[in-house]
């Protein structure tokens, strides 16, 4: 790979910083100061130092982040962007949300750079699993079993879910379908409104109750390999 490349991937400098480190001999490789930021290694056994510190190369990062309510699941400049929540080292890397969750809608949100995997998370032929907390107006036994059942929408009918109530204005609800705004709608569609909407699960990721809104952390290697399964 790359030196420049696996400079930038570990997110400590974008890609032109990472080829100007190097052509200012701030970068060694194996001991020896390099000055081409196109001269190729393997990334895997190399030992790279850069102004001092040595880069561990990782290919590949995932994040859970409990998402606060007023910001956007986008990696657009916007000052309302989740990837603002995220240290630059991150922003750096082309990461980008899994999915995305209304702007008012709380709660897991898987944030990576592994465009295969999530590609596949969010492709509807794996029926990857996601459960959200709820409140709403008040919803009877018949309404519960029209939303567990599928409904016809204006553009779509709903697949099967599973709808568990607690009383008639609380629950959680999984669905294996991410459409525009489709647990508000179908809630709509039984007369109904949803007042709180929380992803609390996500591809078998549970919500780390310790993550306060806004907070972050890496997946662990347990967490790792279960998505990469679930996405084969």
């Known amino acids: ?11 400590l400098y974008s890609r032109k910083e990472a080829g100007d480190a190097v052509r200012r001999g701030r970068v060694t490789v194996d ?15 190399a ?9 561990g190369y ?9 998402k606060p309510s007023d910001t956007v699941s986008t990696t657009e400049d916007d000052p309302k962007s989740v990837m603002k929540l995220l240290p630059l080292e991150y ?25 295969q995997t999530a590609h596949a998370l969010l492709s509807p032929k794996h ?49 294996t379908e991410g459409k525009y705004h489709q647990v508000k709608r179908m809630f709509h569609a039984v007369g109904s409104e949803i007042t709180y909407l929380e992803r609390i699960r996500f591809a078998g990721l549970e919500l780390d109750a310790s993550l306060e809104r806004g907070q972050w952390r890496e997946l662990t290697e347990g967490e790792m390999k279960m998505i990469l399964e679930i996405a084969k």
Request: glycine share 8%.
């Open 127 to 175: 029926h990857c699993e996601k459960t959200y907390r709820f409140e709403c107006l008040p919803i009877d036994e018949d309404a519960r079993v029209r939303l567990e059942s599928g409904l016809e929408l204006s553009d779509f009918v709903s697949k099967p879910c599973k709808v568990e109530l607690s009383d008639p204005t609380h629950g959680e609800i999984t669905v």
């Open 1 to 11: 790979m790359r030196l420049d490349k696996i400079l930038s991937d570990s997110g």
């Open 91 to 115: 922003q750096k890397m082309d990461m980008f949300p899994c999915g995305r969750l209304d702007i008012d809608t709380l709660g897991l949100l898987l944030i990576t750079n592994d465009g």
């Open 58 to 66: 990782v290919k590949f990062r995932y994040i859970m982040l409990n």
């Open 31 to 45: 001991g020896i100061v390099c000055r081409d930021p196109g001269a190729k290694f393997d990334e895997n056994s």
């Open 47 to 55: 030992c790279v130092v850069a102004d001092g510190k040595q880069i």
